[in-house]
């Protein structure tokens, strides 16, 4: 069965220099000498390392967790012992370091003990398959990374109508998709089977542009091999950039993925054969994912494919490839025409490393980029582009500064395949104008967001202090209130009490009591108590005290009579100081 | 002629009393013009203006007090937009500001510290916490980098660190532009 293709618009035809590097059988790469494991590999949250130096490790243990729902777990690619953890440089466009785990491997190779083997993956729930590809660590192996865990949610309706396995490869120079089919098509073939169960697909396509024949004869044969007649194995037409995820799609079901959505909005979910394969051998062999095919390609003396560990130095893989033909210029990470240049060899590889690609200063394929010639809007560029933008409205908005009217012309849809710049006749850096808009589009609206919240606390900063003022006024208003109705209604008692004891029932109760207490205490003086049965000398000696008693109180009273007043006062002021204490100076 | 004077004028009266009614129906609150303004000032709160915040500057702004290139941290950028948004030219910052410069935050010295709580007076934007005679700290992802805490401290323990660019921060620059090139 052959079902229709769909054409895209634009794209571009580029010579694929593919037969450079596809030549000779994939061999593993040797264990280097020591591993440089980044921690961040994919998109989104670097993982968290859970070993510490020294640990001894083995070939398949964890070392990083994943840190949030969109992140993975690393795992060590060979067993030896912890040697550093620390920022290493990593192959990153902006050529600085990182936060990585370096390995001293121990050459023994060998294994941790593996999560279970699964016998029959259609028995396993589908929640439980991608548990199993989340700790695996297994991210997007086509560039991305992106965790392919998430991928696999069929969404609420528990299906998908189109999973499209992408080998189309269509970058120049890059050949390990290409190998991978031809040597490992089995383990694709049973990979695509447990993704379609996972997805509960309804229909599988496997892509293939037409210039891998053999790698589509291989995916053939082994379709055949396991009697598998749901998978469609298609091969579409050669044409930059038909390996991309959108035009994929498009290829495939003439459906196109809205802006702001992703292929999974319209029931797609579109997966590289590298993935698919280590899913397999996540799930039928318990393996995390340590190692991956790398295209090692260019001004080297035998260009190839190698199975190599995460980590391994991009300057050990060259020397296994024969070495450098004169001196390195530049190496590009990915293909020519999406990677990045770094100035430096000794850069680890990671999951989404798919070619290295060297260029020598004596290159006769690779030039220096020409100086930039003024924009000739000859429209070119739109032709090209694949998703149908203009590139140079996008580039003379990019250009100016003027980021709102590039958002007008839809930069964030670009996918930087870098089609207009291939064909711009005046060798203008176009993509590198869009990386830059979107660059500082992004930082700006950091910025506002920053200065938002900024605002925000300020005012609340304000609102406190303001509350904190009005709360301390109140305060001190009532203390002095209560002050205020104190002193008042002693100076009532002592200026007018007697006036107003007819008037006020209460008042009069209280004085009528008062009365009546000074009663008791006048007869309680007079009479004293407990003198009916005394002795005569008890008698006397009464007598005798209470005169003694007497004369006491007269020599009290000859006393002068301020000083009493005075210490009372004193400590009356020691007590309101004590009252207001830290007062702010401010204030 | 008597009709017609009788006819405007009653439209008069009519489109009047519209008028009046929508005046009080959909008066807006405050000064739209500053809140806009104060929407592209970069709420440092650093007072390098010579207003206490951002906020008074844009209201300065507004009432054609105040120029609009009095905002170092907000440098050219903001200047433009403000530029833009008044539909005045733009001009260079005034030196007697300051100059623009990178973005910085502070850090407290914590050993020498001694939790007088003069700095969480100072930050406009409550990013010190601490309490008296505790150890305080400054909360690094709100601070704007105003420096308002360091002239308070007693003990000269805060001090200012830029933000360094890591690989998730760093950005892709401008290429360089076609005539420098050919230079």
């Known amino acids: ?152 949610n069929p969404g609420p309706n528990g299906s998908v109508d189109t999973l499209i396995i992408n080998g189309s490869e269509c970058e120049p120079y890059i050949t390990c998709d290409d190998a991978l089919m031809r040597e490992r098509a089995d383990e694709i073939v049973c990979g695509i089977l447990i993704i379609k169960h996972a997805l509960n697909a309804k229909r599988v396509v496997i892509a293939v542009e037409d210039n891998k024949p053999e790698a589509f004869q291989s995916i053939k044969k082994a379709l055949d091999e396991f009697d598998e007649k749901t998978i469609e194995a298609v091969q579409i037409p050669t044409l930059y950039p038909a390996g991309s995820e959108k035009q994929l799609i498009y290829t495939i079901t003439g459906k196109e993925v809205p802006k702001n959505s992703l292929p999974i909005h319209i029931s797609v979910v579109c997966q590289n054969v590298g993935t698919t394969a280590a899913v397999y051998r996540a799930i039928h062999h318990g393996e995390p ?20 560990l995460f980590g391994t130095p991009i300057e050990e893989l060259v020397e296994q490839c024969g070495g450098v033909k004169g001196t390195v210029r530049r190496l590009i990470v990915g293909g020519p025409m999406m990677g990045f240049a770094m100035h430096q060899l000794n850069l680890p590889v990671i999951k989404t490393t798919n070619c290295v690609l060297i260029d020598a200063e004596s290159s006769k394929v690779f030039r220096e980029r020409e100086f930039a010639m003024p924009c000739i809007r000859c429209g070119s560029c739109a032709d090209a582009c694949p998703i149908g933008l203009v590139p140079q409205q996008l580039y003379w908005h990019s250009k100016a500064q003027e980021f709102d009217k590039a958002q007008d012309y839809h930069l964030y849809d670009c996918i930087e395949c870098g089609c207009c710049d291939y064909v711009c006749p005046s060798k203008i850096p176009l993509v590198q104008y869009y990386r830059f808009a979107k660059a500082e589009i992004w930082k700006r609206e950091q910025e506002t967001q920053k200065a938002d919240t900024a605002r925000q606390r300020h005012e609340f900063k304000q609102f406190r202090v303001e509350r904190e003022k009005a709360e301390k006024a109140e305060k001190h208003r009532q203390k002095k209130a209560a002050l205020e109705a104190k002193t008042n209604a002693k100076k009532d008692d002592t200026k007018d009490g007697v006036k107003d004891d007819k008037s006020d029932p209460k008042k009069a109760a209280i004085l009528a009591a008062m009365e009546r207490a000074k009663a008791k205490k006048a007869e309680a003086k007079t009479k004293p108590q407990n003198t009916d049965n005394l002795t005569d000398a008890q008698k006397h000696l009464i007598e005798k005290i209470d005169a003694r008693r007497t004369e006491r109180r007269a020599a009290e009273s000859k006393l002068p009579a301020g000083k009493e007043d005075e210490r009372r006062s004193e400590r009356r002021e020691a007590e309101s100081s004590r009252e207001t204490p830290n007062k702010d100076p401010k204030e | 002629m008597l009709s017609a004077i009788f006819v405007l004028g009653l439209l008069a009266l009519v489109f009047g009393l519209i008028l009046g009614f929508i005046a009080i129906k959909f008066k807006v609150e405050g000064d739209p013009l500053v809140e806009k303004i104060d929407g592209l000032l970069p709420q440092t709160q650093c007072g390098q203006c010579g207003f206490p915040g951002c906020k008074p500057y844009a209201e300065a702004i507004a009432a054609d007090e105040a120029d609009i290139n009095q905002c170092p941290p907000g440098g050219e950028t903001t200047i433009i937009a403000l530029a833009d948004l008044l539909d005045r030219e733009p001009k260079p910052l005034n030196p007697e500001n300051g100059a623009e410069s990178e973005t910085t935050v502070v850090y407290i010295d914590e050993q020498t510290c001694i939790g007088c709580t003069l700095c969480i007076q100072a ?54 532009a076609i005539a420098e090139a050919k230079s």
């Not at chain 1, 640990?55 to 690393?74: M, T």
């Not at chain 1, 390995?103 to 259609?122: C, H, M, N, V």
């Not at chain 1, 190692?291 to 494919?305: A, H, L, M």
């Open chain 2, 123 to 176: 930050c406009p934007i409550d990013a010190i916490a601490g309490a008296a005679k505790q150890m305080h700290t400054i909360i690094e992802s709100e601070c704007t980098g105003c420096n308002l805490c360091i002239p308070p401290c007693p003990v000269d323990c805060i001090h200012i660190k830029p933000i360094g660019i890591t690989v998730d921060t760093w950005r892709w620059d401008k290429p360089i």
């Open chain 1, 1 to 152: 069965m052959i079902s229709k293709l769909f054409q895209f618009k634009g794209g571009i035809r580029v010579p694929h220099y593919k037969d450079i590097s596809n030549q000779e059988s994939v061999t593993p790469a040797k264990i280097p000498s020591r591993l440089v494991l980044p921690l961040h590999q994919h998109i989104g949250e670097a993982a968290e390392p859970c070993v510490n130096i020294g640990d001894q490790v083995l070939k398949g243990q964890k070392i990083a967790n994943a840190n949030g729902y969109v992140s993975a777990p690393i795992h060590a690619p060979t067993s030896g012992i912890i040697e550093d953890i620390g920022d290493y440089p990593i192959a990153h466009p902006s050529g600085m370091s990182a936060l990585c785990i370096v390995i001293q491997p121990d050459g023994k190779d060998q294994w941790a003990e593996l999560e279970s083997r699964a016998k029959d993956y259609t028995s396993i729930d589908p929640s439980h398959l991608r548990n199993i590809i989340r700790r695996a660590g297994i991210v997007g192996l086509g560039g991305a990374g992106f965790p392919t865990f998430i991928k696999h």
């Open chain 1, 289 to 308: 994912l340590i190692s991956r095919y790398v295209t090692i390609t260019g001004d080297i003396g035998q260009p190839k494919n190698l199975e190599v």
